[in-house]
């Protein structure tokens, strides 16, 4: 830090409706002001902010901030498993070849390579810290996936690979006390200094703000399904990392992909129980009203095609039968092993009133996982000095147009490590002066929105996504949408400090992004449908979108940039 007194919390010259509060981001409105310091200020405790901090305690001060409890992540709703080349007959080449087909053309060849060769040696450290995988005779037993040449999932306790996981990362940073965790604080908004990162300013259960100055700052946030009124992500992944990011001035990238899962349980809850795709791995079939097999002919692997070609073909089957689920047929699998293998979608299912082994079960798609993110390079950094990014709040390229299933935990294992890599090089040679600089934050009363109309304006967002900016897109929906989420926008008054309206504005933040990047991607491409557009164009199309705010208007840019080699 360069001796400055005051930071800048969020953007320094917000604007108006379409971007963001003409007021700051957030006032102080009289609240208590508390400051702390770190070496390294980790938001998120999911897999990849939990590798990350767990990897930087061995050297440095770390401080791990996560807006819920330590169970309430993506990463503990995690079914499948981790996808490695862990057998034998496997290959990391493989691995790569099956990621790049999957990625359509848009993924980055250095970063998947990357996932693909560290990726075994990260299990075995999760082995080694006290992880059962599940295993046959002493050995891994894997799993296979959509669009995977062979079997490679590692998982545990059949279905329960995510709270497996992270139970035990969690375990070691809450018994080590090497990290000082703060659970249920609420990030609101990085602080910069001179353009560069040096901590956050978080929201805490009883109102008080915590000014967090670090010298190097993890987002580890997951992902944004909450954009969407189908989802099976927890209520957290309101894309707060993404939305601070933007806000501080990173650039953003591939915003319009947003994964929809083939087959989550057919019902209206939030977020609605994923029903995962290792039963199909396992032979399960998807059947449309009339109990045909409309993925037989459809591809070549039919049930474990890609997701985004499943989902294209379910789309064509709803439009033929004016209809809006079709069905997982797992009826022909022996019993016993199901509820010993998929005991959570068992289970789950069962206390939904339907019963896997005897039953056909209604699935259709939901958000599920979101590629867009913040960009970094293969070592977690990001467009902002002092400011890294890893998990699914990142976009590491490694999942192009489309992700290969299980290639998300992974990632947040292998780039949490190699975050923790980089950061020991930047803070052997950063500044190392965290001065107690004062936050330099308006103070005025805000009234901020009626609970009612934040709760409103949440489900109207998502409805607005789901039915616009959903699985197939056009540019008078997205039109549509764009003015819808303006408007929205405009009705609100600045967010006061509560964590409802401080999501609702992340979300309308981050859908304003996935709109304006679909609006531009004129194809078709891995998890994104133009109809108007519904070809893919390598031509012109082989690039990615990325999304920053201009300093001077506060405005979105949206723009085109190069893919790196894949
Ligand atoms: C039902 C389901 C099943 C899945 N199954 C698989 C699978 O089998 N294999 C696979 O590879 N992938 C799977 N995925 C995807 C995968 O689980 C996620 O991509 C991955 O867990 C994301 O990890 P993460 O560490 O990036 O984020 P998360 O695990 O989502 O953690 C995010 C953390 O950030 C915190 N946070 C967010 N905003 C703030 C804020 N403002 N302030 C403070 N803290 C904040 C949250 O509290 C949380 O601690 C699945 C996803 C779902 C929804």
Same mark, same amino acid.
């Given at each position: 830090?360069?001796?400055?007194?005051?930071?800048?919390?969020?953007?320094?010259?917000?604007?108006?409706?379409? $971007?963001?509060?003409?007021?700051?981001?957030?006032?102080?409105?009289?609240?208590?002001?508390?400051?702390?310091?770190?070496?390294?200020?980790?938001?998120?405790?999911?897999?990849?902010?939990?590798?990350?901090?767990?990897?930087?305690?061995?050297?440095?001060?770390?401080?791990?901030?996560?807006?819920?409890?330590?169970?309430?992540?993506?990463?503990?709703?995690?079914?499948?498993?981790?996808?490695?080349?862990?057998?034998?007959?496997?290959?990391?080449?493989?691995?790569?070849?099956?990621?790049?087909?999957?990625?359509?053309?848009?993924?980055?060849?250095?970063?998947?390579?990357?996932?693909?060769?560290?990726?075994?040696?990260?299990?075995?450290?999760?082995?080694?810290?006290?992880?059962?995988?599940?295993?046959?005779?002493?050995?891994?037993?894997?799993?296979?996936?959509?669009?995977?040449?062979?079997?490679?999932?590692?998982?545990?306790?059949?279905?329960?690979?995510?709270?497996?996981?992270?139970?035990?990362?969690?375990?070691?940073?809450?018994?080590?006390?090497?990290?000082?965790?703060?659970?249920?604080?609420?990030?609101?908004?990085?602080?910069?200094?001179?353009?560069?990162?040096?901590?956050?300013?978080?929201?805490?259960?009883?109102?008080?703000?915590?000014?967090?100055?670090?010298?190097?700052?993890?987002?580890?946030?997951?992902?944004?399904?909450?954009?969407?009124?189908?989802?099976?992500?927890?209520?957290?992944?309101?894309?707060?990392?993404?939305?601070?990011?933007?806000?501080? $001035?990173?650039?953003?990238?591939?915003?319009?992909?947003?994964?929809?899962?083939?087959?989550?349980?057919?019902?209206?809850?939030?977020?609605?129980?994923?029903?995962?795709?290792?039963?199909?791995?396992?032979?399960?079939?998807?059947?449309?009203?009339?109990?045909?097999?409309?993925?037989?002919?459809?591809?070549?692997?039919?049930?474990?095609?890609?997701?985004?070609?499943?989902?294209?073909?379910?789309?064509?089957?709803?439009?033929?039968? $004016?209809?809006?689920?079709?069905?997982?047929?797992?009826?022909?699998?022996?019993?016993?092993?199901?509820?010993?293998?998929?005991?959570?979608?068992?289970?789950?299912?069962?206390?939904?009133?339907?019963?896997?082994?005897?039953?056909?079960?209604?699935?259709?798609?939901?958000?599920?996982?979101?590629?867009?993110?913040?960009?970094?390079?293969?070592?977690?950094?990001?467009?902002?000095?002092?400011?890294?990014?890893?998990?699914?709040?990142?976009?590491?390229?490694?999942?192009?147009?489309?992700?290969?299933?299980?290639?998300?935990?992974?990632?947040?294992?292998?780039?949490?490590?190699?975050?923790?890599?980089?950061?020991?090089?930047?803070?052997?040679?950063?500044?190392?002066?965290?001065?107690?600089?004062?936050?330099?934050?308006?103070?005025?009363?805000?009234?901020?929105?009626?609970?009612?109309?934040?709760?409103?304006?949440?489900?109207?967002?998502?409805?607005?996504?789901?039915?616009?900016?959903?699985?197939?897109?056009?540019?008078?929906?997205?039109?549509?949408?764009?003015?819808?989420?303006?408007?929205?926008?405009?009705?609100?008054?600045?967010?006061?400090?509560?964590?409802?309206?401080?999501?609702?504005?992340?979300?309308?933040?981050?859908?304003?992004?996935?709109?304006?990047?679909?609006?531009?991607?004129?194809?078709?491409? $891995?998890?994104?449908?133009?109809?108007?557009?519904?070809?893919?164009?390598?031509?012109?199309?082989?690039?990615?979108?990325?999304?920053?705010?201009?300093?001077?208007?506060?405005?979105?840019?949206?723009?085109?940039?190069?893919?790196?080699?894949?």
């Amino acid at each position: 830090m360069k001796g400055s007194e005051h930071l800048a919390a969020g953007p320094s010259n917000p604007a108006g409706p379409a $971007g963001y509060p003409s007021a700051p981001f957030i006032s102080r409105q009289g609240a208590d002001l508390r400051y702390s310091s770190y070496d390294v200020l980790v938001v998120g405790g999911g897999i990849a902010g939990l590798t990350a901090a767990l990897g930087a305690a061995h050297r440095w001060n770390v401080g791990l901030i996560t807006k819920g409890t330590l169970d309430q992540t993506t990463t503990f709703l995690a079914q499948g498993g981790i996808a490695a080349a862990m057998s034998p007959h496997d290959s990391p080449d493989l691995h790569l070849k099956d990621t790049l087909e999957a990625g359509v053309g848009l993924c980055d060849g250095e970063a998947v390579r990357v996932l693909v060769e560290e990726g075994p040696a990260r299990i075995r450290e999760l082995e080694q810290l006290g992880t059962k995988f599940d295993k046959r005779d002493g050995k891994l037993i894997l799993g296979k996936e959509g669009a995977h040449s062979m079997a490679r999932v590692v998982h545990a306790g059949g279905d329960a690979t995510g709270s497996v996981v992270a139970s035990a990362l969690a375990d070691v940073i809450t018994s080590g006390g090497r990290v000082e965790l703060h659970e249920n604080e609420f990030v609101i908004d990085l602080l910069m200094d001179g353009g560069r990162c040096v901590g956050a300013v978080s929201l805490g259960e009883e109102g008080e703000l915590t000014v967090s100055l670090a010298r190097a700052v993890v987002l580890a946030c997951g992902g944004a399904g909450q954009v969407y009124s189908r989802t099976t992500n927890p209520l957290v992944a309101t894309g707060d990392g993404h939305a601070m990011a933007y806000r501080a $001035g990173a650039v953003l990238r591939d915003m319009e992909f947003m994964q929809f899962h083939p087959t989550a349980f057919y019902g209206t809850e939030n977020p609605t129980l994923l029903v995962t795709e290792a039963l199909r791995g396992e032979g399960a079939y998807l059947r449309d009203d009339a109990g045909e097999r409309f993925m037989v002919g459809s591809h070549p692997r039919a049930e474990l095609a890609p997701r985004d070609v499943v989902v294209r073909h379910m789309q064509r089957i709803f439009q033929r039968d $004016g209809s809006d689920h079709v069905w997982l047929d797992a009826r022909h699998l022996d019993a016993c092993f199901l509820r010993e293998r998929f005991p959570t979608v068992y289970n789950g299912l069962q206390k939904r009133g339907y019963d896997l082994c005897t039953q056909l079960v209604p699935v259709a798609p939901a958000s599920h996982y979101f590629i867009g993110g913040v960009m970094t390079d293969t070592w977690g950094r990001t467009t902002i000095p002092g400011l890294f990014a890893c998990g699914e709040t990142s976009s590491t390229g490694i999942h192009g147009a489309n992700r290969l299933a299980s290639n998300s935990l992974l990632e947040g294992l292998v780039f949490g490590e190699r975050t923790v890599r980089e950061l020991n090089r930047y803070l052997a040679v950063a500044d190392p002066a965290v001065r107690k600089v004062r936050l330099e934050l308006a103070d005025e009363p805000r009234e901020g929105n009626d609970p009612a109309v934040v709760a409103e304006g949440r489900a109207r967002l998502g409805r607005t996504m789901t039915d616009l900016c959903g699985m197939v897109r056009d540019r008078e929906d997205l039109d549509k949408a764009c003015k819808t989420i303006a408007t929205l926008h405009a009705s609100l008054a600045a967010p006061g400090l509560n964590v409802a309206e401080l999501e609702l504005f992340n979300l309308l933040a981050v859908a304003e992004h996935i709109v304006a990047a679909a609006t531009l991607r004129e194809e078709s491409r $891995g998890v994104h449908l133009r109809s108007d557009f519904s070809e893919r164009d390598d031509v012109n199309w082989r690039l990615h979108t990325l999304v920053r705010r201009d300093p001077e208007t506060g405005q979105p840019v949206v723009e085109t940039g190069a893919v790196q080699g894949t």
